[in-house]
Nanobody, 126 residues
């Protein structure tokens, strides 16, 4: 089992920055995916940024150039740096993990992430 704990949310004005953290523990297999997802009220869950164990990353079009996903394996922590925040970024943000056999599975919606953090709220005011 893998445990994920989100921290770092909060409220910020439009144009500001926040960094989310996700500390993971438990048994991490060598080939894995980790990602950040968000859900705004009344909207579906959206994949914001995902990364694989071989270093491939993918971002939603809405956050490209503004958000950066990174990982510090020495601290067992996944990060999401969010810059130039917009009111439409307001949502509950979750980190998630999935163990896979092949890298492409990290970015294929047919493979659902099955370990989730508790979520952290991000609110961006105009």
């Amino acid at each position: 089992q893998v445990q994920l704990v989100n921290t770092g949310g909060g409220s910020v004005q439009s144009g500001g920055s926040l960094r989310l953290s996700c500390v993971y523990s438990g048994r991490i297999f060598s080939r894995y995916c980790m990602g950040w997802f968000r859900q705004a009220p009344g909207k579906e869950l959206e994949a914001v940024a995902r990364t694989s164990s071989v270093g491939t990353s993918m971002y939603a079009d809405s956050v490209k150039g503004r958000f950066t996903i990174s990982q510090d394996n020495s601290k067992n922590t996944l990060y999401l740096q969010m810059d130039s925040l917009k009111p439409e970024d307001t949502a509950m943000y979750y980190c998630a993990a999935l163990f896979v056999a092949y890298d492409y599975m990290c970015f294929n919606p047919d493979y659902e992430y099955n370990f989730w953090g508790q979520g952290t709220q991000v609110t961006v005011s105009s």
